[in-house]
């Protein structure tokens, strides 16, 4: 079965540590992946997406992620965090062609930042 | 258990067909929202709602309308569907804790 798993729940961080929220899916074709974002009282906000090209792609706010193809991974990274990066974070994997309809997403994980 | 239901999981239906999408949850949560998502693409918001009586439309224009008329329950209806709403619809809610979403709606208008 296709699946997404987010390693962690609940990050805990200080201002200006660095951030790595993993994320692993299990599905054998080619898949689209997104990192989405939602800060508290709000609807998802698209983070970054990957197609294809450079395994590496650079998002809004100081976020990257780097697909890694022979490990199934999609972590998201940001070198130095902020306050108001505290939100809930969801990974999502999409496969291009309809794989029976169902939305692969994370559970997400939460992130506080602690001024 | 899912706290958030959507129903139907997969419709298939014809072209100047009137279709209401549902969406319930059980968590009492005040904002809820739809979005559409095409096969390995990113989600795009069309509707939210902060409340009973609140709807508004989202960053991606959509022919659909809503409805919020109870807290639980918020229904996504296309008046005359087209071969270009086919798309999966995503309803999802959230609180001051958390986000849930619905397992989705795959609508193929032929």
């Known amino acids: 079965a296709q699946s997404v798993s987010q390693h962690n729940h609940h990050v805990i961080l200080s201002e200006a540590a660095s951030l790595e929220l993993g994320c692993n899916y299990s599905?054998?074709?080619?898949?689209?992946l997104f990192w989405y974002v939602q800060y508290p009282g709000q609807h998802l906000q698209l983070l970054l997406k990957?197609?294809?090209?450079?395994?590496l792609v650079k998002g809004i706010k100081g976020f990257e992620a780097e697909f890694i193809k022979s490990k199934f991974s999609f972590n998201l990274r940001k070198p130095s965090v902020q306050w108001s990066d505290t939100a809930e974070y969801f990974c999502d994997v999409n496969a291009p062609y309809n794989q029976g309809g169902k939305l692969i997403f994370g559970q997400g994980t939460e992130l506080s930042v602690k001024p | 258990e899912a706290d958030i239901y959507q129903t139907p999981r997969y419709l298939v239906i014809g072209t100047g067909k009137k279709i209401t999408l549902e969406c319930s949850q059980t968590?009492?949560?005040?904002?809820m929202y739809w979005y559409q998502q095409d096969p390995g693409m990113e989600l795009h918001l069309i509707h939210y709602s902060y409340g009973v009586n609140s709807t508004e439309k989202g960053d991606l224009s959509s022919e659909s309308t809503v409805s919020r008329i109870r807290t639980e329950h918020f229904p996504l209806t296309l008046e005359s569907a087209r071969p270009s709403h086919t798309s999966q619809y995503l309803c999802?809610?959230?609180?001051?804790?958390?986000?849930?979403f619905g397992s989705g709606t795959r609508l193929t208008v032929v």
């Open positions: 990957y197609f294809s090209g450079d395994p």
């Open positions: 968590m009492g949560h005040d904002k």
């Open positions: 599905y054998g074709g080619t898949v689209n």
């Open positions: 999802a809610s959230s609180d001051s804790y958390g986000y849930t």
